[in-house]
């Protein structure tokens, strides 16, 4: 099974910087990746899909690249509201699986 | 407004069974494939079970493979998820989620609020 692995796991930050989550699959995935922000209590929500494209109503300051083994997502600038868990997300299409990574923290500094 | 809302959580001993439903609203919900997706608490997200819109290909993760079955109901607007030989660990809150029709390759855009499943003795 393809295992995907966020780093860090953590992070602290402040409000205004550039903030870069990497997602890495033990093996080549295409672009079959996406990227969710999840808040305490809360269903996870859709920020990135297809490793690059922007989910409709996500501000812009949210982006993802990458294909085959390794994808980023970035804020370019980190707003309050961002203060989150983030997960990627990968699709196997056969046999049918899908994995998510480990997640990561975002923390206020 | 596109909705999901779960329901049917509970506690339930080990071994026991569980009927999830998950009621869509705001969509064609036949037009979709959807998905279950579980938390336990304080960890990440596992992918359960997949249907797809016409409920002719379903798909289970070997964790819950011959214990749990998926079904849906187009005409209800509902989902379903049959939990049977309830372990410890199947403890979590339960989504249900839609596969998006925008992404070439799977990803959810709408997901319920979830429903805490415990399995305790």
């Known amino acids: 099974a393809i295992q995907l692995t966020q780093s860090p796991s953590s992070l602290s930050a402040s409000v205004g910087d550039r903030v870069t989550i990497t997602c890495r699959a033990s093996q080549g995935i295409s672009s079959a990746l996406a990227w969710y922000q999840q808040k305490p209590g809360k269903a996870p929500k859709l920020l990135i899909y297809?490793?690059?494209s922007l989910e409709s109503g996500v501000p812009s300051r949210f982006s993802g690249s990458g294909s085959g083994t390794d994808f980023t997502l970035t804020i370019s600038s980190l707003q309050p509201e961002d203060f989150a868990t983030y997960y990627c997300q990968q699709f196997n299409s056969y046999p049918h699986r899908l994995t998510f990574g480990g997640g990561t923290k975002v923390e206020i500094k | 407004e596109v909705q999901l809302v779960e329901s049917g959580g509970g506690l339930v001993q080990p071994g026991g069974s569980l009927r999830l439903s998950c009621a869509a609203s705001g969509f064609t919900f036949s037009s979709y494939s959807m998905n279950w997706v579980r938390q336990a608490p304080g960890k990440g997200l596992e992918w359960v079970s997949y249907?797809?819109?016409?409920?002719?290909?379903?798909y289970y993760a070997d964790s819950v493979k011959g214990r749990f079955t998926i079904s849906r109901d187009n005409a209800k607007n509902s989902l379903y998820l049959q939990m049977n030989s309830l372990r410890d660990e199947d403890t979590a809150v339960y989504y249900c989620?839609?596969?998006?029709?925008?992404?070439?390759?799977?990803?959810?855009?709408?997901w319920g609020q979830g429903t805490m499943v415990t399995v305790s003795s």
């Open positions: 297809d490793a690059s």
């Open positions: 989620a839609r596969r998006s029709l925008q992404a070439v390759e799977c990803a959810f855009d709408i």
């Open positions: 249907i797809s819109s016409s409920s002719s290909t379903i």
